[in-house]
């Protein structure tokens, strides 16, 4: 028997004990006759002790073992003279009588510590070293329990857990699919799912009414930072529903999900429209954490004389509350941020409300005391406040408020890790307008359904038609969304139209989705959730490998185990290639 | 909205109730003014009732719908007239009040009945309208508790669920890799794995301790019967384990799985060293649910002037209880079974346990009553029985015997359907021979360790060397295997020096492994249940296919999506293929 106990796991009221424990050495320390170890693994550290007075070859073999050796050891549980009250078992050691080493390792290439000294390269490298580190493994601890608490509210739901293929047909739409080599049907190949959404679709066709599955998903995109070539998702769809019934259920889903894993109460959802988001926030994604909303003043802004105003096409603002704190410094500093390519003004105008009521801007010269005070109560601005002003293309000025208010937002300590604010945002477009492959691109896919409301727009007006679609934020990241699908051939053969497909082309990649549509399909919708992404939130880090346990590189490489690699010839030969 | 409850649920304190509902049209009966239609969903059929006299139009209505219209119904909850007491929902049925075609339906090409008159082809192409049969819903339910009961024993004894890499590289070693051309890696190929063997194994020297996934894993093999290219695994590893923690944990797995799922006390689950199980069933996966052992009786077979006896290598008999009862036809019938190309025995020789204590056998020429009865002593035979009897090479006899004694325990109703016998099968050999490749190959893989005690045996007789490995079989069949692995790096080089791996093929494909043995790996050791096989068990069907929800056929292809297929030629290019 390897151990009695865990390393997390022995207290006080175990002194007297004689117990076997195995484990990592996480360090050792000399003092003259004694030797301590402290022993590692999963659950915790304990301490072992031993003394050269009492056993001289016991302690010397202890003393032979460096740092992640591998050890067990047999002893009794003492009271320890020196506590430690940072640690759960600070109150007790083992006095070791036995001692084995189990393996033993190599000095690691960085410190397994909470704060390690290696840089990402190496410890992906060693991901199994990485591993070990606590703050790793309580992130991969935790996504296991988001994993549970994600099933056991939607088993009690009466979800069933239905695994959909892997190895299925691939369509040249959206992203690009990988694809795998049939070596038994020469020149033809299987492709690897981007979501399962014609399955689950077809689930429902088939009467199973309420599925779900975390299931692994591939895009082979071009890569760029925090994107992984696979990826999990929580994916979910429902039969005879409507949009608030899979609201509802999922509001309760993300709920019930941090009550689980964080024991936090997620405060109230609203479900803000995509315009309503647009219009406030610039973003379809908003952070709920903070207000800072954005205002347009265009009627208070255009028509004084500044050019710049006069001819943008939108004058958007947002009031800092205490921003009149800011020193000239920092005023440029947020300035040239928002002239960077990555955001791409072309200015900042501010201005200051100051305690005594007046006003200094950067276009003084354009708008006098009164004329700023009319931008102060379209803006809500009270003393000591500052605004902030972008103008420009409507669109893109939005954006870059978007991307101005979420900076100073973080330079305010506004967007709190430990805090969490969910909102839906629903009533996307159902189309945009491709002007490179001039014609309409879905927002979402294909099967969304428009809101009935805006049936008869699909071909006069397009772009005015409304998708029956939601997406979840929390704290400005989207990680989840979906919609109520199309389940009638006639709808789904328009969007198909609007969407330039041909017939032969719909009948070629979705030909069985059609002709299950004519054998009686249910009205039903569904959802998808990022579980890497949930689970980054819930780590509260910032970046999606902390979560997965062998992540790819931003090139999509396993620098561990050195994937992708080429070939040996007989495998190549096998598959028809040379 | 378009249901208050499901049709599953509505009983007789119901009525009066006003509830609407919705589904499939099951059947439709016009009795005069009268019609009734069956309704039915996921939970169940409701009785929906129409009065000509009461509303001539909506009884019109009712009688446009043909079979999987999907409908919606609104009316009062009122007691039948004409009971059902072979339906829950028996006792009520709808007066409908308003109703609606949610969507209409072409014939199906089969009856959506528990037995279809649809053969298996067309069952598969229109997939998702066989998932509507309640016999395949009720399977794919059933597969969903299993899973759920597995993570719930699996989560309550604190296995993290962590989930690995579906892109790895390819291990040219045993079954065939699907691989995956890698677009942005010009020339360079992912692998799906066969199994999460490897990573499991990093997960140990990570610390993680105990480790589960229910994971995808892929094989290209040549396909035969009931073998899918994807299939999954309820795959473990723990650390810090001996073979019996890891029997101990997953034999409680087991009995829960079977107390959850089917409300089952599975009984004792005996271990049986490899040995021992072919010489008593002449299989490493013996079906326990009936005796019928083999018997060894050379010593009483050989020396008696029959020549086919005297120089076989091997004589084997099992005992029929009441076999006497079998006629002259039925022994002709067994004698041509085993004489099939795909069993290979050159005769069967049997011998009759008369009622008075006589024997007769089709080799009294050589066996005079006496030599009959020890056979009879041999066998523990009674008055009434039946002695079988194969010999030859003594590998191919008892394989021969082993499928002749499940032949005959299928024939006499001895392998029940709802009863459940588990075994483990343990000290299998490590390597097994290989007269072609001439080298030895590792019956597990090549990361089983041997049993401690065999060490000294790996160069010197390898063939005797045991490995500490482990197989449970249910009913017969093998449900789950696994090993204590090796986790040190010296015995990991002896062994793949035995499988013949020189030392660049070695690093080549398992140096990440290696290395991270040199890092203090900690003893481990795991196992993989097959959960397609377990709910097939579990489900009482043949076939996995049956508790897939989109299987492939024998050919692996999906014939409802027409997978795999041919590229387009853009992504051909882009992949760098012509």
């Known amino acids: 028997m390897h151990r009695t106990h865990t390393c997390g796991e022995l207290r006080i009221e175990h002194s007297g004990t004689d117990v076997t424990l195995s484990g990592w050495v996480q360090r050792r320390r000399d003092f003259g006759a004694l030797t301590f170890i402290d022993l590692r693994d999963r659950y915790g550290i304990t301490q072992l002790s031993f003394n050269e007075e009492i056993d001289k070859a016991l302690n010397d073999k202890a003393r032979s073992v460096g740092r992640e050796f591998v050890i067990k050891v047999q002893g009794e549980v003492i009271e320890r003279s ?127 009414d309420k599925y779900y599955q975390i299931v692994k998903c591939f895009r082979d ?117 928002v002239k960077r390519p990555q955001i791409g003004a072309l200015g900042l105008i501010y201005c200051r409300v100051n305690e005594d009521g007046t006003y200094k801007s950067s276009v003084d010269k354009f708008f006098d005391q009164e004329k700023l005070k009319l931008w102060a109560e379209k803006c809500k601005s009270e003393a000591n406040d500052l605004i902030f002003v972008l103008s420009g293309n409507a669109e893109s000025v939005r954006k870059q408020m978007n991307e101005l208010r979420l900076h100073i937002g973080s330079e305010l300590g506004l967007r709190k890790k430990d805090e969490y604010k969910a909102c839906w945002v629903v009533d996307f477009p159902l189309v945009e307008y491709d002007e490179e492959s001039d014609r309409w691109h879905a927002m979402h896919h294909p099967f969304t359904s428009p809101i009935p409301a805006d049936l008869d727009k699909m071909e006069s007006n397009p772009g005015a038609v409304k998708a029956n679609a939601y997406d979840m934020a929390i704290n400005g990241m989207e990680v989840g ?93 096998e598959l028809g290639m040379n």
């Open 221 to 337: 995109e071009d890569f760029r930072a925090d994107r992984q070539p696979e990826f999990t998702q929580i994916d979910c769809e429902m039969s005879f529903v409507e949009r608030d019934d899979v609201l509802n259920t999922f509001e309760g889903m993300i709920r019930s999900v941090f009550k689980d894993v964080k024991n936090i109460d997620l405060g109230d959802i609203p479900v803000i429209p995509y315009d309503e988001a647009i219009k406030r926030f610039g973003s379809d994604k908003p952070d709920m954490r903070f207000g800072m909303e954005l205002v347009d003043i265009d009627d208070v802004a255009k028509g004084n004389g500044f050019g710049v105003f006069d001819k943008a096409e939108s004058v958007v603002a947002i009031n800092v509350t205490g921003g009149n704190q800011f020193t000239r410094k920092q005023l440029d500093a947020f300035t040239n941020w």
């Open 481 to 573: 969304g979906g919609s109520i699908r199309i389940h009638d051939k006639a709808l789904q053969k328009r969007m198909f139209d609007l969407l330039g497909f041909t017939e032969e082309e719909a009948q070629d990649q979705f030909g069985f989705l059609m002709n299950a549509f004519e054998y009686g399909a249910p009205p039903h919708g569904g959802i998808a959730f990022g579980l890497d992404r949930l689970s980054a939130i819930l780590a509260g880090t910032e970046s999606i490998r902390d979560v997965i346990a062998f992540p790819k590189n931003n090139m999509g490489r396993d620098i561990m185990i050195d994937a992708p690699a080429e070939l040996n010839s007989d495998q190549k030969k």
């Open 82 to 208: 020196n506590k430690n009250d940072k640690m759960p078992t600070g109150d007790i050691e083992i006095k070791v009588s036995k001692f084995e080493v189990l393996n033993a390792a190599l000095t690691p290439p960085f410190t397994i510590e909470e704060e390690t000294d290696g840089g990402e390269e190496i410890r992906l490298k060693y991901r199994y070293l990485d591993l070990r580190r606590n703050t790793i493994q309580q992130k991969l601890v935790m996504r296991s329990k988001l994993n549970k608490a994600v099933r056991d509210y939607l088993n009690d739901a009466d979800f069933i857990d239905v695994e959909t293929p892997y190895l299925i047909k691939s369509t040249p739409e959206g992203a690009r699919d990988f694809v795998v080599p049939s070596r038994l049907n020469e020149g033809q190949y299987y492709a690897l799912p981007q979501s399962p959404q014609t399955f689950k679709q077809l689930l429902m066709v088939g009467g199973l």
